[in-house]
């Protein structure tokens, strides 16, 4: 009847023993009255105990409950911990791989001293004075990011030197993108794919759990490495994901085609889609931003001007008293003997350092005169401060300490700043600590509760680093700055970053190239090995400058490595490419190895011929000729491909000099040569067949002549087959 035995027993023992009682009183007479006492004292004992025993009952339930209950309220607390510190870790490991770089001067964990430096208050990162005339290019951008018809990944470049606020726009991009539902975006660390041990790790997961990522890689012409990682990672990607990458760059050509020329695969598919676009002038007008152009009207100049004269004043009253202002600077352009000498106002980065200036109580005008203005201030706030704090260190000491530092690329290292103080000067261990702080006061950054030393900064914007490098290279101790910029204990990073500095200097101004010639000559092996590298990245004159130096050193070991390694169309190489080649050649010409000097010929004719020597380019592949058909006739099948390639670099050759039958000749012989050999493979052989065809048919054309159609009809049937068509003559390199 009941399922509870305790309720049970509260209700129906009371029963029973009433029953009993009833009993026992009609017995009574009978029996006496012991018999209804003993009931009576019964009764109690037997009602308490069951409910006693269901109190007791209940508490234990409830305990049990409560107990329940706690362990699962710590169990889900315990969860939620474990939740919330895996997501702070997710979120400390995204801060590495995408780098929020907005630093707010007013956040900064730095002494006010920094705050002093113009170089300072021109930096990116601190975006003292907000964006002009991005407006256009920003909603631009924005619409490319979240168009959801583009490939998983895609691509944008910007190329523009440096000072035009490349850097500054993405800044904004990054924060816009930040602040956007399910959207992660930063700046690819350049040092993060080298030194973070989890780096792998941390992109797979990014990559793996964020639906639209925005990376943004600086300086890309030196990043060919980070982002093939990045785009090799992204190949596994889901179609619903999208993933936005921005490459900026002072300048594209050599490095952007030999760069894609590596990639393979879906990630070159998606970086042919990516068409260069030059960072136009700043403009609210949208139809401005398809120009090719990024001369800045005089209107948007002033503008600009005024509006950085209000940020910098109101943001730093304390640095810009007031005092009476000279006149404004002119912005208009002002041309004479053909050279625009305000060219440099169309770089944003020279109109605020104008507006610096006026506000100082200055009116300057010229590009050398402004960067002058702020290297000079800078060095003067580190002359008061060795007085302020009678430091026993000179300021050119300091100078040079921080050109080094600038050449480097920062430094991570207490003990290295003091190491590039004491390279200029003998010092104890006490006065260089001091020294040491001065510059970390001034260009450094520290952090933490108890404000450490974390990294010490090259001068920036790259641009007044550059100049203030450019400014010790010809003075006292220049050539040791060198020495120690690109010594052997170097790492490759710190190596490259010197010379992409000196590149610059040297492109901006010729007069620094007899120091880019000393710094090669200072280890010429190792060096070139990365500066072929760099020159492709900078553009001239770096390239000139380490041909000229290895043709003095006559090094035929380091030329025979270059000539392997220099990509076979360049346009900034071609001076060197035509050095290494024919060093390397004299190399194996006393040699007996016939098969190699017939290679090297070939590729220094097609150097030759670029540099427009086409005399010289038909002298070293006719010997190259006359070497391979020796060769062939003692083993066809091995060695005519290579004859055919040498004659219709000869075709191209003798077109160029205007011999156009022998053209004709040698291209009709280079047809017959490799006609076999692509009918039998025609996979294999296509492309090449399909440049001989085109020097053919051209050389054909220039004489007024029908190609021989019993020579082609087999040929053309085969690449109707393969459904192949023609593509562009080339001379090419074997």
């Given at each position: ?18 029953a009993?009682?009833?009993i ?22 037997l ?154 790790d ?60 590596t ?10 889609k ?119 260190v ?21 003990e ?8 200029f ?32 900064h ?11 490098v ?15 910029a ?43 090995d990365?500066g ?35 990509p ?9 490419a ?63 491909p ?59 054309q ?6 021989d ?26």
């Open positions: 009847m009941f399922k509870k035995p305790i309720v049970t027993r509260i209700i129906v023992y009371p029963l029973l023993l009433i009993g009682v009833f026992a009183v009609s017995l009574q007479d009978r029996f006496g009255s012991e018999l209804l006492c003993l009931a009576i004292s019964v009764v109690p004992s009602v308490v105990a069951p409910i006693m025993e269901l109190l007791l009952h209940r508490y234990r339930k409830s305990e049990r409950q409560e107990q329940i209950r706690r362990e699962n309220r710590y169990r889900r607390e315990d969860e939620e911990r474990r939740e919330q510190e895996a997501l702070e870790r997710y979120e400390a490991r995204c801060a590495k791989l995408l780098l929020d770089p907005f630093k707010p001067i007013s956040k900064m964990a730095r002494q006010s001293l920094s705050q002093e430096a113009l170089s300072t208050l021109l930096t990116a990162r601190h975006a003292v004075v907000d964006l002009f005339g991005r407006d256009a290019l920003m909603n631009d951008l924005k619409k490319w990011a979240n168009n959801k018809k583009l490939d998983p990944v895609s691509t944008r470049l910007y190329y523009a030197e440096g000072g035009n606020g490349k850097t500054r726009l993405l800044m904004d991009l990054v924060r816009h993108c930040k602040g956007e539902p399910d959207w992660r975006a930063g700046f690819l660390p350049e040092k993060f794919r080298k030194e973070e041990p989890d780096a792998n941390i992109l797979k997961e990014v990559l793996a759990r964020e639906k639209q990522v925005l990376f943004v890689l600086d300086y890309a012409e030196s990043r060919g490495e980070d982002i093939k990682w990045l785009l090799l990672n992204m190949e596994q990607i889901q179609e619903t994901r999208s993933f936005r990458i921005v490459l900026l760059t002072r300048r594209v050509d050599d490095w952007w085609e030999h760069f894609v020329t990639v393979d695969g879906t990630s070159k598919n998606w970086l042919t990516c068409d260069p676009k030059l960072l136009p002038a700043p403009s609210e007008n949208e139809a401005d931003i398809t120009k090719l152009t990024q001369a800045m009207p005089e209107k948007q100049r002033i503008a600009a001007f005024e509006q950085a004269i209000q940020h910098f004043s109101s943001k730093f009253p304390d640095l810009f008293p007031e005092i009476e202002k000279p006149r404004r600077p002119s912005l208009a352009d002002e041309v004479i003997d053909g050279k625009n000498k305000k060219k440099h106002f169309n770089r944003i980065l020279f109109i605020h350092i104008a507006a610096l200036t006026w506000l100082k109580g200055d009116t300057i005008e010229g590009e050398d005169e402004l960067l002058d203005f702020v290297v000079e201030r800078d060095a003067a706030i580190m002359q008061r401060e060795i007085e302020e704090r009678k430091l026993a000179g300021l050119d000491v300091l100078k040079r300490a921080m050109a080094l530092v600038t050449l480097l690329g920062g430094m991570e290292k207490q290295e700043i003091g190491r590039a103080i004491t390279v000067g003998t010092f104890d261990e006490n006065t260089t600590r001091n020294a040491v702080d001065l510059l970390v006061d001034l260009y450094g950054e520290r952090g933490g509760e108890r404000n450490l030393f974390q990294h010490l090259p001068i920036e914007p790259d641009v007044i680093g550059e100049h203030w450019e400014g010790l290279l010809m003075g006292e101790d220049g050539q040791l700055l060198l020495e120690e690109l010594d052997e204990r170097r790492s490759d990073s710190q190596t490259r970053q010197a010379l992409t500095v000196l590149g610059r200097i040297c492109k901006r101004n010729g007069d620094k190239q007899v120091c880019l010639k000393y710094a090669f000559g200072l280890d010429l092996p190792r060096l070139s990365l072929w590298e760099v020159a492709l990245e900078v553009g001239d004159p770096m390239g000139k400058v380490l041909a000229e130096v290895l043709r003095n050193a006559d090094d035929l070991d380091t030329a025979a490595n270059l000539a392997e390694r220099i076979k169309q360049t346009v900034c190489l071609r001076e060197l035509a050095v290494a080649t024919e060093l390397a050649y004299r190399k194996v010409e006393d040699g007996d190895n016939r098969t190699e000097k017939a290679r090297l010929l070939n590729n220094q004719s097609v150097r030759l011929s670029a540099l427009g020597r086409h005399e010289e380019a038909l002298a070293a592949i006719e010997e190259a000729v006359k070497i391979r058909r020796e060769l062939a006739d003692k083993r066809p099948d091995a060695f005519r290579d004859l055919a390639s040498s004659l219709n670099n000869m075709s191209a050759f003798l077109s160029a000099l205007g011999r156009h039958e022998e053209a004709l000749a040698a291209s009709e012989e280079t047809v017959s040569l490799l006609k076999p050999y692509f009918l039998r493979l025609p996979l294999a052989f296509a492309q090449n067949m399909q440049i001989v065809l085109r020097v053919y048919i051209e050389a054909c220039k004489l007024s002549r029908e190609p159609t019993k020579l082609l009809e087999p040929i053309a049937a085969v690449f109707e087959k393969l459904n192949g068509q023609p593509s562009g003559p080339e001379e090419t390199q074997a």
